[in-house]
């Protein structure tokens, strides 16, 4: 690289084959911006969002820039079509509005496949995985729990 004087270190990365993903990133101070995510092809968007690596590299404003993964408060990723087959588990379905601790809020709806005897909403934010999925329209956010304030359940 000592020949090439001109090239930016973040430059390396693009060299990966990766899929660029348009995403909403809200911050843990109510910061949002649209970003673009570089995802491997074989890599689970989940993966990129709760990786061991302090570190995200992304494009905002056009620039690439490196965000802490724990300022994450929520990534918005555009909902993906899916049609439930009858093998397919049984889910419970929720309308909740999340509040953030920076005081952001997002409505929609929590989804998640209940065992028997946890079927309630505390048993969706209680379990082990440090996230929470919020379906809202057309747009999934992947929305961190220890950026959550409190969440209230919609037309129980």
Known sequence: MANVPNMRRSQ?????????V???????????????????????????????????PVV?????????????AALGLP???TIYGRDDLPFENQAVMVRLRSGHTIEGDLRWTALAGSKRTADCLNADESYVEVHA??????????HIA???????
Do not use: N, W
């Not at 390396?12 to 660029?20: A, E, G, N």
């Not at 905002?60 to 994450?72: Q, T």
């Open 12 to 20: 390396q990365m693009m060299r990966l084959p990766v899929d660029d």
């Open 22 to 56: 348009t995403a909403q990133l809200i911050l843990h101070d109510g910061d949002r911006s649209e970003i673009v995510l570089f995802v491997s092809p074989s890599e689970d968007i989940v993966r990129v969002l709760t990786a061991r690596e302090p570190f995200l």
């Open 60 to 72: 905002r404003a056009g620039k690439v820039v490196l965000v802490a993964r724990a300022a994450i």
């Open 79 to 81: 909902c993906v079509t």
């Open 137 to 146: 329209g057309g747009t999934t956010y992947y929305v961190m729990k220890s």
């Open 150 to 156: 409190f969440v209230e359940e919609r037309g129980c």
